[in-house]
């Protein structure tokens, strides 16, 4: 990828009073003309749920067929690759709970003070002002990083509900769960955080997608600049949920996220297959 393709800011285009301009409410035209008239070549959606009718941009819909715009039967705009990438779900919250619910909030806390939540109060607390959440604005947008079964959620459109536990209500999540399989389906390239050790992770970006630079830029960053691990505040932690969590613990949290779980162990064999078959 060119220099100039790449975009400065460091996770989203500004737009209007958003620093992070929440580009996945954005109408598809819109992201179109964006991209035409910056010429970057990578943009990314972090806070809001996934919109499905981005997938048009890649010329493809939810059920795989290709969506027709143009008079040539052609889809309109521009096709786009669609990259995520996914963490086992356990260290994702308790690393959220780290940073979110601890790292971010000391600085306006004294040294003595002992109000840390607990990681389930936390996550109680994240839930309820979840309640607030408002797509594409400032309201309740961080609550999200609390939610069981996030990547559901998120790959749904938004559609599954809040509660903490999802197992016994078939008719709550069976839906949402069918339309994420079929959005991470039509996804060019999943990188599942847990297998992409320093060689590995660089071998997957440079055979898959051609990259060949992974160092990190900016002034308010620290970690491994070279090797583009780097946080923005606080210091690079392994959020080992497994270890952090007593058994019994674990295991509720586990079940919880069965949704995602699930989820993230498919990607995850989809990834080491296509990185190490070559016929696929």
């Known amino acids: 990828m060119l220099l100039w393709q790449v975009p400065r800011y ?9 620093m992070d301009g929440r580009v996945g409410s954005w109408p598809n035209d819109e992201l ?3 991209l035409a008239d910056n010429r970057h070549a990578i943009v990314s959606n972090e806070w809001d749920a996934f919109s499905l009718e981005k997938l ?12 027709v715009g143009g008079s040539d039967g052609q889809p309109a705009g521009p096709w786009l690759l669609f990259l995520t990438t996914l963490r086992d779900t356990q260290d994702r919250l308790l690393s959220a709970y780290t940073f979110f619910g601890l790292t971010t909030v000391k600085k306006g806390r004294s040294k003595d003070s ?21 797509a594409g604005s400032k309201r309740a947008f961080r609550s999200n990083v609390a939610r069981m079964n996030h990547i559901v959620w998120r790959f749904s459109g938004g559609e ?18 069918e339309t994420a399989v079929r959005a991470l389906t039509q996804h060019d390239l999943i990188l599942p955080m847990d297998v992409m050790t320093k060689e590995q992770g660089k071998a997957a970006l440079s055979q898959l997608l051609g990259w060949d ?3 990190a ?11 583009g691990h780097v946080v923005t505040q606080g210091e690079i932690k392994n959020s080992n949920a497994r ?6 613990d674990y295991k509720v949290l586990w079940e919880d996220n069965w949704l995602d779980n699930i989820l993230c162990l498919w990607c995850r064999a989809v990834f080491l297959a296509r990185l190490h078959c070559e016929l696929l």
């Open 10 to 18: 460091h996770c989203m285009p500004r737009k209007g009073e958003l």
């Open 32 to 34: 179109a003309d964006y």
């Open 56 to 67: 048009e941009l890649s010329g493809r819909r939810l059920d795989g067929a290709r969506p």
């Open 114 to 134: 002992n109000d840390d939540p607990t990681f389930d109060q936390w996550i109680d607390n994240m839930l309820r002002r979840a309640g607030r959440y408002e």
């Open 160 to 177: 599954l509900s809040l509660s903490r536990r999802q197992w016994p209500k078939r008719d709550v999540w069976e839906r949402p769960f």
């Open 213 to 215: 630079r992974f160092d």
């Open 217 to 227: 830029k900016g002034k308010q960053i620290s970690g491994d600049r070279d090797g």
């Open 243 to 248: 270890e952090h969590f007593r058994k019994e």
